[in-house]
C-alpha cells in the first residue's frame, strides 16, 4: 500500500501559534496532497506538491516533500480558530488516478 | 459555480434494504471516485471511473457497486447494507491531467437501522 501516515493525529494549540503536521508513504508518487476537512463535511484541497519539488508555498500554508525519505510536512503559521480541522496528505500514483488518503490530523486551535 | 454535488446530504435505510447514493458534477472532469470515510478515519478509496472503465480496489466487498451512465453522474449501490457499512460517503472528481487535484461533493452520511 502507498498509503501516507500522518502524525501527530492530534494536534491542539493556541490562536497565533504554528502548526505543523507530517505525512509518510511508502511507494514512490508522482504527486502528494494535503486536505483540510471541517466536522461532516466534504475534503478541500489545500496544496499539491510534484515529486520533483522540494517546497512549496501558499498563504498561511508551507508544504514541504522529502522524497528520499518518502516524507511530507504541512507548517499552517499563524494558526486561527477557524484552522480547526482535521487535515489528510493524500498520494497520487504514477497513474494519477489512485489518490490513497493518510489517517489524518485532528488540529485544533484554541482561541 | 462548477462543483460536485452529493444528494441526499443524509440517508437512512435499512439493514438489507438496497441503497443508491447519487453523486453528479458540473465540471466536466474524466475521473469520478467514491471514498468510504468512517468516524475518525482517513477516506478509504472503494472504486473510480476513468472515463467508462470501471477500476474496483480489490479490498472493495462485493456488496457495493458503482454506475456511471454518462460523464456528469456516478452512482453507488450499496446492495444488502449491514451495520458496518454505516459510514460518510464522499464522491470526488479529477481531471484527466495526472497532477490534478481532487474535487469533493459534501458527502452523504448513511444510518443503517
Known amino acids: 500500500s502507498q498509503q501516507g501516515e500522518e502524525d501527530p493525529q492530534a494536534l491542539s494549540i493556541q490562536e497565533g501559534e504554528n502548526a505543523t503536521m507530517n505525512c509518510s508513504y511508502k511507494?514512490?508518487?508522482?504527486?502528494l496532497q494535503w486536505y483540510r476537512q471541517n466536522s461532516g463535511r466534504g475534503l478541500v484541497h489545500l496544496i499539491l506538491?510534484?515529486?520533483?519539488?522540494r517546497e512549496k508555498h501558499s498563504g498561511r500554508l508551507r508544504v514541504t516533500l522529502d522524497t528520499s525519505k518518502k516524507s511530507s510536512s504541512l507548517l499552517i503559521t499563524a494558526s486561527r480558530a477557524a484552522d480547526t480541522a482535521s487535515y489528510f496528505c493524500a498520494t497520487g500514483d504514477n497513474y494519477g488516478q489512485n489518490f490513497v488518503f493518510g489517517p489524518g490530523t485532528r488540529l485544533s486551535v484554541l482561541p | 459555480d462548477a462543483m460536485v454535488i452529493q444528494n441526499p446530504r443524509y440517508q437512512v435505510t435499512q439493514f438489507g434494504k438496497p441503497v443508491t447514493l447519487s453523486c453528479s458534477q458540473t465540471l466536466n472532469h474524466n475521473v469520478m471516485y467514491w471514498y468510504q470515510q468512517k468516524s475518525s478515519q482517513a477516506p478509504k478509496l472503494l472504486f473510480h471511473y476513468y472515463d467508462k472503465d470501471f477500476n474496483n480496489e480489490a479490498d472493495t466487498p462485493d456488496n457495493f457497486q458503482s454506475r456511471r451512465p454518462n460523464t456528469s453522474f456516478c452512482f453507488l449501490d450499496i446492495r444488502s447494507p449491514g451495520l458496518g457499512d454505516a459510514a460518510m460517503y464522499l464522491c470526488?472528481?479529477?481531471?484527466?491531467?495526472?497532477?490534478?487535484?481532487?474535487?469533493f461533493g459534501s458527502g452523504t452520511q448513511l444510518s443503517v437501522l
Open positions: 470526488a472528481t479529477s481531471g484527466r491531467d495526472r497532477a490534478e487535484k481532487l474535487f
Open positions: 506538491i510534484r515529486s520533483n519539488e
Open positions: 511507494t514512490s508518487i508522482n504527486n
